[in-house]
Nanobody
Framework: QVQLVETGGGLVQAGGSLRLSCTAS????????VGWFRQAPGKEREFVAH????????YYADSVKGRFTISRDNAKNTVYLQMNSLKPEDTSVYYC?????????????????WGQGTQVTVSS
């Protein structure tokens, strides 16, 4: 079992920045790749970013490419999502998820464990 806790959400003005953290407890965190997803009111949960077990490979949704950066510190059992140049359309609940699979998954079903989410609100 892996327990995931997201922190770092909040209210920020458009153009601002936030850094989300996803901290894991339980099994060895370095055995899991991690993804970030988000869900806006009335919309489906969507893929944001993914990082491999070692942190050497990352993937991003086109909507956040160049603005968001995913990274990890396995010694701290934590994955980060640095979000810059935030836009009102980035407003969502952000979730991190962990998977033991080697290949990237852009879908919810590709992940085994989920956090409870953290709210990000970007005002215009």
């Amino acid at each position: 079992q892996v327990q995931l806790v997201e922190t770092g959400g909040g209210l920020v003005q458009a153009g601002g920045s936030l850094r989300l953290s996803c901290t894991a407890s339980g099994r060895t965190f370095s055995m899991y790749a991690v993804g970030w997803f988000r869900q806006a009111p009335g919309k489906e949960r969507e893929f944001v970013a993914h990082i491999s077990r070692s942190g050497g490979t990352t993937y991003y949704a086109d909507s956040v490419k160049g603005r968001f950066t995913i990274s990890r510190d396995n010694a701290k059992n934590t994955v980060y999502l640095q979000m810059n140049s935030l836009k009102p359309e980035d407003t969502s609940v952000y979730y991190c998820a962990a998977t033991s699979r080697l290949s990237i998954s852009y879908s919810l079903g590709g992940y085994d464990y989920w956090g409870q989410g953290t709210q990000v609100t970007v005002s215009s």
